[in-house]
């Protein structure tokens, strides 16, 4: 182990400390409780000074026990506010941090007059954080530490998972869910004061909040997100540590872990911004294409069995489309070979007739069944099938299809395409559209 | 004999010092599918809480099978309302239905095939098997309410609460719901129901507590659903049990 | 100015040095400071966002950083606009996440104001080098060098700004009062009233972010973070009234930094943590003493209402004593046992002698006039109780006792009276007993 060099320690260093705040810091975010992280760090300092006044020396262990001790007092005087004040969770968080650290300044002060002796070199580095300064004992403190906390969260897997899902459930299970959660807020603090001197306060509390939302993008399922999130933290510690030589390495590491956020905000498959943005383009373009067939339908039903050519004034008119619209649209249905286009005259293929055919009724089997179930009126209908009946999934045109033959409707043939339950006329123009000169 | 499955004592539960159920005694034999039914306000959700441990009692107390709750835990399914939970939460449909299992496991062992395989019937129970894999805020209402109701099937209880399982549900989900509580019934479990819907009473159950923060009548539908006490159930707030609350939660007698 | 404190002022604080001007000075920046804070905070603390105080005052930096990078200069008026700019960015950046991104409320926040926060640590490491950038000067702020300062219109320029800021703050409390005030309760009810919650919302992240940078120089961020907070918590459990608590958190700020100060001067520690310390102090009083939500006085009311209520259960027992007319007396031994002995059982009756409501002679004790009356008017509401259980709620007999036991100890003349009303008293109560005449 001696034989590692500086960078190499951080980077190791780095690297569990992002593991282990991934971990814990899930628990945290999932309970509402990522500001829980914050205030351990804040409310560190104080125990970390009278510790150090109490030593005489900066010792890892040592600062990080009084680091502890002071965090899990501070634990405790949130949990007793909230349950017997009138004060809210939030400002009694705010509370515990701000006086706690403000405790810590004031003893800072102490330790910094002359009087006061002892090697006082770094622990100003508190409040910063200060990688270079990591010795071989510190990385096996932080290893041992990584171990014991992880131990713990694979072994009450199933204890904390229940305790965060449905706490009244758990509760008359019979699990000691206050228990539970103090567990878990310990493990938080240890985390959080190991990482201290690594990487100061603001940034201790970003690496259990950063991990933990990123991670949260990519998975549904607990157990991956714990891994994705202990996965993160590592390559954010390793990252950021090496990208960031010649910046202050604890922003260096943080700002990696930001970047993987909004990475992994913009481009996760299903709940990514792009994704998200890009399935609901394809659906409108969808709903487009399918008005556009409809209306081809609707346009040539009269003439039936004789497939009419229409001009695209006309169609045009039918529904108010936008002229480059429409174009793309024709554009896409020829490709399809669902229409015929020449000169001014558009002309439905047999398989377009078979497929706008397809559409009207299914358009037509939900107008008349929000008409007769739902008591929609008539004049109403059109519209609002139009918005839903895109998104019916099959098993419920399914139903409806028995439901419209039980009462004797159900045309059998494709082609045959029940009559429409209103008069057929253009719907209005929509208000923000320009009316047409005729 | 039947034996008696649950029974209260004297009970009254205060929130701050308010009291929100007044006295009550009331008794339900085995095997009985139990309606509880009152206005709102009327306490209903807090003698469910108070049964399972959830809420601290003021005075008296709740017997399952003649011991407490905490010595019968393992006899007792619960289906909580709905807004209690966080959808957002990284859980599939499977992973709530096999949280059922965790009081039998115990500390730190993991669910093995067994309660895989109990999980797996309890979805199949309730239709939603094929949901499984979906994470629970792709779910609607009634299939929200039914991977609560596989959870507490999952517990393999004697004796089951459920808190308004039937409000925000389809038709179809609301019928398949009684029909599983009846085939629990007809296994000897007992159920009790927190129920919004007076017109359904009558058909849904067998057996009846009605309560407007006080006991007004607990006993079979045919005696007990009646019109006078229907009557005294909906009537209208106690002033004077609303007045004497009051004094108490103040502290200060006059 | 002030060059000589009035003696009496020196005697009472004999344990202070005398007040200088530096001192004063130094008393007002960080009054000023404080009651600037706790004005904006009062709303962060009723909307719950008690944290966002904490966020800005960090996500600040980068804004900051650009400011002094684009102007050249440490010039007040860039540096606002910069806290300005990055507080509505903060503020604008959670929103969307949590709206759009759908990531839990306080996440975002974290994630946020870490970051940029993180971008300003940066940023000042590359390009502001060669400033001397104390790290614990951010957070612990300057005290002691505020009175050497240079000069604004006579007064120490941190102190200048300070004021400015208070004033501001005061001005939007006291010109929207009534849109802050439904706004924070309920923002769906203001917004359908037209004023938009929203815009509430970024026009106080902004005053915060102004207060903040206004108050780094001289206190430092970790007090602007107490002050916003904790004055106006402080006031929450002493006060029901939105002014009161207002002005209360105002007080309680203007409070601690003069016992921050005293306190810094003597230890010779910081001022600015000390003052944050002396908050945190306050903080604990009210929690303990506050006269209607303190913890020590609701001990108190719960002992002083066990100890009624013994006295009661004394009072009434003896009652039925004589009711029943016993020939055996009744020795204050055996009383205390029937009642559930104790030093509450001691207590209660030592206090029922004292005030001459039962009379102990020869170890007997014996109901005088006055505790008759007493005694009467309790189990005549215990019975009225019973029958009312009985008649109106359908109790059974058995199961009435109890109940009536505990809740005859509130019955007051007003509702005895109403419970009159409802029952026949006439008729005694349900165990056949005699219910004892009202007044």
Redesign the interface.
Known sequence: MDGLSLSEKVMIGTALLGGMSGVVGSFAV?RGRSLVGDMLAHAALPGVCLAFLLMGTRNLLGLSLGALASGLVAIAAVTVIVRWTRTKEDAAIGIVLSTFFGAGVVLLSVIQKPSVGGNKAGLNLYLFGEPANMLTGDLFLLAGVAVVVLLTVA?????F??V???T??A?????PTLGLDLAMMAALAVVTVVGLPIVGVILMAAMIILPAATA?FW????H??LLLAGALGVAAGLLGSHLGRNFPAGASIVLTATALFVVSLLFAPQRGVVARVVAEWRLRRRISREHLLRSLYELGEPRLPLVAELRVEQLRTYRYWKPKLLERLLQWAVAGELVKVAENQVQLTPLGLRRAAELTRTHRLWETYLMQQANIAADHVDRDADETEHLLPAAVLLELEQQLEEAGRLPRAIADVPQSPHELEPPPPKPKRKKPQS | MTKIAFEIH?M?VAYYRRPVL??I?LTVPEGKLVGIVGPNGAGKTTLI?AA???VSLA?GKVEIYGKSY?EQ?RL?G?V?QRE???W?????VR??VL?GT??R?G??R??GRAERQIAERCLEQVDIHSLANR?IRQLSGGQQQRVFLA?ALA?QAQLYFLDEPFAGVDAATEGAIIELLHTLRSGGKTVLVVHHDLQTVREYFDYVILLNM?L??CGDIESTFTNENLH?TYGGR???LD??AE??RK?E?? | MIEETPKNAVEVLSFMPELSVVDMWIVVTGAATNVACALVGCFLVLRRMSLMGDAISHAVLPGLVIAFLFSGSLNIVPLFLGAAAMGLLTTFLTQSLHQYA?V?SDASMGVVFTSLFALGVVLVKKYVSGLHFDVACVYAGALEYVPFAEPIFGLPRPLFTTLVVLVVNLAVLVLLWKELKVSSFDENLASTMGFSATAMHYLLMMLVAMTTVASFEAVGSILVVAMLIVPAATAHLLCDRLGVMVFLSAVVGVAAAVLGYAAGSWLDTNYAGMMTVAVGVLYGLAVLFSPRYGLINALV?NVR?SL?VMRDDLLAMLYRVEELAREKPLSPANARRAVGGGWLAQWGLAGLVRSGQIASTDDRLQLTDTGREVARSLVRSHRL?ET??VE?????LD?VH??AH??E???????RR??EA?VDAAAGDPHGREIPGGE
Not at chain 1, 219 to 222: E, G, K, P, S, V
Not at chain 2, 88 to 92: A, K, M, N
Request: aromatic share 12%; glycine share 4%; net charge neutral.
């Open positions: 999932l072994m009450l897997f199933k204890e998972q229940l965060c899902f449905d009244d459930f509760q008359s299970q019979g699990w949260r998975t549904n399922r607990l991956i997100l | 004297d009254t007044w006295d005694d809480k399972l441990g959830l005075s905490a835990r007792v619960y909580p209690s939970v966080d957002d939460f990284p859980v599939t992973d709530v949280m965790y009081g496991l500390w730190f993991r669910p994470q959870r517990q006080r007004i009548a005294k106690l002033t004077l007045e004497a004094a108490m502290q007698p006059l | 759908r839990p009311r209402m009624k109780w009312y259980l109106h709620l359908g109790m059974p199961h109890e109940p505990r809740v100890h509130f019955i007051d003349e007003q509702l109403e419970l409802k």
